[in-house]
């Protein structure tokens, strides 16, 4: 009995990715180094000592490898057994969160067991992507076979979300909504990215052109009734393959615009709302009257894709100015350029861009970066780490890192699409959206191309639970692949 549990382990340590495994070593390895670059004050002895930075990452990591090979001992079987199990319990610990974490910083997220914290948030992610992979792994699942289908994903989906946000850790629960991207891997028609895309620009627009007053109504929103009217057209010729119902609609839109316009330089006061709305209520009484010859279903899904656009966009400013907290509102101007405040809530980003841009094309050199010897970027061993790698090590640098990253990607999804069970492939797919997440907000937040949320850069940022959780994450995908050949077909 011992012999054939010895011989099943050496099986699955000959089956393990280690290309996977090496990107990841290499990963890790850059990160403590460049952690110990970024905390480095010219007094620092040694990188391995335990009182720095530095060298806790070092304890991290090597608790973080012993973690992963646990992992890789236990039994495949486990992770899709007790899948739900685990999503409970981890849903249980994020409800206590809620009443018994201390608060820092205005957060409620961090669980303090002497000298350590944990936040459960980062291990909620591979909790809720093995409920979701078993979800789909159950007998005869199919997204698109009913609608309630969408709803038992979306729950476990945005089940943890909720109760982040109620710890008020909003950059933690943000990570969640990148498992709706698996659905579309599933067989969730590809107009649901479009209308998050649609969702992203209308806000976008809405909030940052308010001035000038366009017929009555804010630059933002005009803008966005325009682009709601030529979507609309779009998708009645690409989408219901009716030029003739488009053409009749654009028609009327320009035409009544010309009106509109000879009106308001004659002195008649017309709203641009009431203009609007009734152009569009039009178009799609016109729409709905002519769409009884073709395939309704299409028809109607455009007509509610206008109607909901609508309805998103005048809740806009309502969630902007009543539901996001200042700090979030003065964030979110920052990043689009509305306001600077350099030295409030555009500090961080305004000093990472320098320290970034003074690295150049080779970097400064290895502890010679100036903007974090002298800690001008606060937070740049956690949130900021990527600046301290763009200072010293320039844009060659910090190309190479973004290339490691794009490897272990790639890698990910070729081991997620080479799974011979759903729940191996879904699950695959929520480490590859999380970590394409991370990645891509964190560079984007450091370079000022996002808002200032707290989301860490994957195994280069300090801190214990961001790297425990996606090296459980990642280790579990390395199990269920060893064992794929063990599994159905």
């Not at 998708?235 to 839109?253: E, H, K, P, Q, T």
């Not at 152009?279 to 799609?284: C, E, N, T």
Request: charged share 15%; with cysteine.
């Amino acid at each position: 009995m011992e012999s054939r549990s010895t011989d099943a382990n050496v099986s699955v340590f000959r089956s393990l990715d280690w290309v996977t495994i090496f990107l990841y070593l290499l990963l890790v390895s850059a990160g403590a180094v460049s952690i110990y670059a970024a905390s480095y004050d010219f007094d620092n002895a040694s990188m391995f000592d335990f009182s720095e930075f530095s060298g806790k990452q070092f304890l991290w990591i090597g608790l973080s490898l012993i973690i992963g090979c646990i992992i890789l001992l236990l039994d495949y079987r486990i992770y899709e057994a007790y899948a739900y199990p685990i999503y409970a319990i981890v849903i249980l610990i994020l409800i206590a969160t809620i009443f018994l974490a201390p608060d820092i910083k205005g957060s409620r997220s961090w669980l303090v067991f002497g000298p350590v914290s944990l936040q459960p948030a980062e291990f909620g992610k591979f909790a809720t992507a093995l409920a979701l992979a078993k979800l789909f792994d159950s007998y005869n699942f199919s997204l698109n076979a009913k609608i309630s289908n969408y709803f038992r994903a979306l729950i476990i989906i945005f089940l943890p979300i909720c109760l982040i946000l109620l710890q008020r850790e909003t950059g933690s629960a943000l990570v969640y909504i990148s498992l709706i991207f698996v659905l579309y891997r599933e067989g969730m028609s590809g107009l649901v990215l479009f209308s998050v895309l649609c969702a992203i620009v209308y806000f976008v627009v809405a909030v940052k052109f308010v001035e000038p007053l366009i017929l009555g109504v804010p630059a933002g929103e005009f803008s966005v009734f325009i682009i709601i009217m030529f979507i609309y057209s779009a998708m009645l010729v690409f989408y219901c393959r009716d030029f003739i119902i488009s053409r009749n609609v654009i028609i009327g839109f320009v035409g009544s615009g010309v009106i509109v316009t000879v009106l308001h330089f004659c002195g008649v006061d017309v709203n641009g709302t009431v203009y609007f709305l009734s152009i569009l209520g039009l178009a799609i009484a016109y729409t709905l009257l002519a769409m009884f010859h073709h395939k309704i279903q299409k028809f109607l899904i455009t007509v509610s894709f206008a109607l909901i656009s609508v309805s998103f966009l005048f809740s806009v400013n309502y969630v902007f100015g009543n539901v996001l907290e200042p700090h979030q509102q003065l964030r979110i101007k920052v990043a689009l350029g509305i306001e600077e405040d350099l030295r409030g809530a555009g500090y961080n980003v305004n000093q990472s861009k320098i320290a970034i841009g003074s690295g150049g094309v080779a970097g400064k050199g290895f502890l010679n970066g100036t903007q974090t010897k002298l800690k001008y970027v606060p937070e740049q061993h956690t949130d900021f780490i990527f600046c301290t790698i763009g200072e010293e090590e320039g844009f060659i640098g910090s190309t190479a890192v973004l290339v490691l990253f794009l490897a272990l990607i790639l890698r990910l999804i070729h081991l997620a699409e080479r799974q011979r069970t759903p729940f191996g492939r879904v699950y695959g797919y929520c480490v590859v959206a999380c970590l394409i997440f991370h990645l891509c907000i964190n560079v984007g937040m450091v370079i000022g191309l996002c808002p200032v949320i707290g989301i860490p850069l994957p195994f280069f940022s300090y801190g214990g639970s961001a790297l425990w959780g996606f090296t459980i994450f990642l280790f579990i995908l390395l199990r269920i692949d060893a064992s794929r050949k063990e599994r159905r077909d």
